[in-house]
């Protein structure tokens, strides 16, 4: 799963570049101008890759409860 997540994370940062957007008069939803509600969805994507980073990939020994008495 640690290999899936550093290919999306990839993929987010390849797909951040995105010069196609800048000149587009495209409204989204009437108001939102194209560019912004790509940069939304590339955030809310970001926000579900480290979810899914610490979901999968933190490392189970940082969890591990102490006895009492030790």
Not at 6 to 13: E, F, G, P, T
Not at 15 to 27: C, G, I, K, V
Not at 30 to 38: S, V
Not at 50 to 70: H, S
């Amino acid at each position: 799963m640690k290999l899936a997540v550093w290919i999306i994370i990839a993929a987010l940062l390849v797909l951040h570049q995105d010069n196609w957007n800048w000149n587009s008069d495209t409204m989204v939803f009437g108001f939102m101008p194209i560019g912004l509600f790509y940069h939304a969805c590339i955030s809310l994507a970001a926000a579900a890759t480290w979810f899914l980073a610490t979901l999968f990939c933190w490392p189970a020994e940082l969890e591990k409860k102490k006895e009492p008495g030790v």
